[in-house]
């Protein structure tokens, strides 16, 4: 099962039969996978959780999570330029530029609050690529480097990755499991990020909470209407409206009238939110930028670099 939940979407053909092609080679010995985890343990809690940021609506996610007494989890990447111009998000916010980046100083600091309010920060990998594409080491630059801003801007290891698209294979969670990450999926898709109207994901909640099948619940941050919104929804240029726009207010009533109490990831499955918490960090200008993006194969990530903050006394600021 590769996806979970109502926003399974079709596998093109060429990668369904790449991940077949994947799983049975790497099949052979027993070597450890990483956890999968898509419900929560404690009954009575639901997860929000909210994909792709650090991004503009952020702030205005955890302030309405926290005016409702709600906890939040966010599931972050480090450099997501492209997921955010591919978001639906009005055209004249949609300039990440690389400046932009995690290390950015807005972003930076949003991050900061965010985790500062209480709220959870999970991985998300740094450039949100479908891991099923990378091998091995573009897979352990996608980890790392995230990772290291983590540790960086909040001083935070986590244990939790969310795989972008919801999308793994077997080395995928053999990698995953070298980088001591659990993969978290989700129980609930609002759809928001394909298309959904805030409508048809208030729809979607009212069915889940029914069926008592939410139990993770998957957002994204970068979908205004999500947060907020007095636009109207672009997707390729077709303009979407929705009577009311925004989708988050009326999930966490729903949910509340429901009986359920919004938590972390970490409070929902009775388990430690992070592995290292050493608090906030200062910035650094020769290591807080993004000069080595990604395109993978072209970073420069130092190999093994987060064993060297286990271990390490001295944290690089
Ligand atoms: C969203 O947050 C920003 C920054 O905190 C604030 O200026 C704006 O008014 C908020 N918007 C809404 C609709 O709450
Ligand atoms: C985004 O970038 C374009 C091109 O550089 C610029 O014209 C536009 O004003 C920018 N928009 C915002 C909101 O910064
Ligand atoms: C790996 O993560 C678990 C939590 O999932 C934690 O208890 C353990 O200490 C971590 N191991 C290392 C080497 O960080
Ligand atoms: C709710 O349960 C019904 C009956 O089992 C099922 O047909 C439906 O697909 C479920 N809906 C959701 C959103 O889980
Ligand atoms: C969305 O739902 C609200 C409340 O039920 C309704 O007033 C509005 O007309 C709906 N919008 C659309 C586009 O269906
Ligand atoms: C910034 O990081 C560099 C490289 O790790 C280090 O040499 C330098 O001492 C750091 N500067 C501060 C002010 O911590």
């Not at 972050?76 to 639906?88: F, R």
């Not at 909470?209 to 077709?238: D, F």
């Not at 979407?240 to 925004?246: D, K, P």
């Not at 966490?252 to 972390?264: P, R, S």
Request: contains cysteine; glycine residues 6%; proline residues 5%.
């Amino acid at each position: 099962m590769l996806h979970i939940g109502r926003g399974a979407f079709a596998l093109p053909l060429a990668l369904s039969i790449a991940l077949v092609a994947a799983g049975a080679a790497a099949s052979t010995p027993k070597s450890p996978r990483a956890e999968l985890i898509s419900s929560c343990t404690v009954p009575g809690m639901v997860a929000l959780t909210f994909d792709d940021g650090p991004y503009l609506y952020e702030t205005n996610i955890s302030q309405l999570l926290l005016s409702k007494g709600a906890k939040g989890t966010f599931f972050v990447n480090g450099n997501n330029c492209k997921s955010s111009l591919l978001s639906m998000v009005p055209i004249t916010h949609q300039n990440n530029s690389k400046d932009e980046c995690i290390y950015g100083t807005k972003v930076a600091a949003r991050l900061v609050e965010t985790y500062q309010a209480g709220h959870q920060i999970c991985s998300h990998t740094w450039s949100h690529p479908d891991l099923t594409d990378l091998d091995e080491a573009d897979m352990d630059v996608e980890f790392s480097r995230n990772d290291e801003a983590l540790y960086d801007i909040l001083g935070i290891v986590t244990p939790y990755l969310r795989p972008p698209y919801g999308s793994y294979n077997t080395l995928t969670r053999m990698v995953a499991y070298n980088h001591n990450k659990t993969l978290v999926l989700w129980d609930m898709d609002s759809e928001d990020s394909i298309g959904a109207t805030v409508n048809q994901s208030v729809e979607y909640y009212k069915e889940f909470i029914a069926n008592q099948s939410v139990t993770i619940a998957l957002q994204h941050e970068t979908i205004k209407t999500t947060a907020y919104g007095h636009y109207p929804r672009i997707l390729q240029n077709t303009i979407l409206t929705s009577g009311r726009f925004e989708l988050l207010p009326q999930a966490i009533d729903l949910l509340q009238a429901a009986g359920y109490k919004l938590v972390t990831l970490a409070e929902c499955l009775d388990r430690p939110a992070y592995t290292v918490e050493d608090g906030p960090g200062q910035r650094n200008a020769s290591t807080w930028n993004c000069h080595d993006l990604p395109s993978s194969s072209s970073s420069t990530m130092p190999t093994g670099s987060l064993n060297s903050y286990y271990s390490s006394a001295t944290r690089r600021k």
